[in-house]
């Protein structure tokens, strides 16, 4: 089964930034950052298709946040810089099982065990 490990998270001020990673055990089509707050739904945040690059990111952190791939160490990173209070959740690494990518759930076959990030 493909695992998923994510670090990076923690606290941070209102305007900082935070680097988030995921190590992959293998590679798959398409790996994504969800997000999930209290008394929220998961959301997703930034996704991005191995094959050509394309990424996807919810309107709300356009511009803020950059997802990217570390192809040789098959890793996924999410910079979030100009953090808002809005951005604190617990966010989730996740991979498809398929050869397709986006921000919903339901195209993801596998998840990550999630790292808090706190911003005030």
């Known amino acids: 089964d493909v695992q998923l490990v994510e670090s990076g998270g923690g606290s941070v001020q209102a305007g900082g930034s935070l680097r988030l990673s995921c190590a992959a055990s293998e590679y798959r089509p398409c790996m994504a950052w969800f997000r999930q707050a209290p008394g929220k739904e998961r959301e997703g945040v930034a996704a991005?298709?191995?094959?050509?690059?394309?990424?996807f990111y919810a309107d709300s952190v356009k511009g803020r946040f950059t997802i990217s791939l570390d192809n040789g160490k098959n890793s996924l990173n999410l910079q979030m810089n100009n953090l808002r209070p809005e951005d604190t959740a617990m966010y989730y690494c996740?991979?498809?099982?398929?050869?397709?990518?986006?921000?919903?759930?339901?195209?993801?076959?596998?998840w990550g065990q999630g790292t808090q990030v706190t911003v005030s």
């Open positions: 996740a991979a498809t099982k398929i050869d397709l990518c986006g921000l919903s759930g339901r195209l993801m076959g596998y």
């Open positions: 991005i298709r191995r094959g050509g690059g394309t990424t």
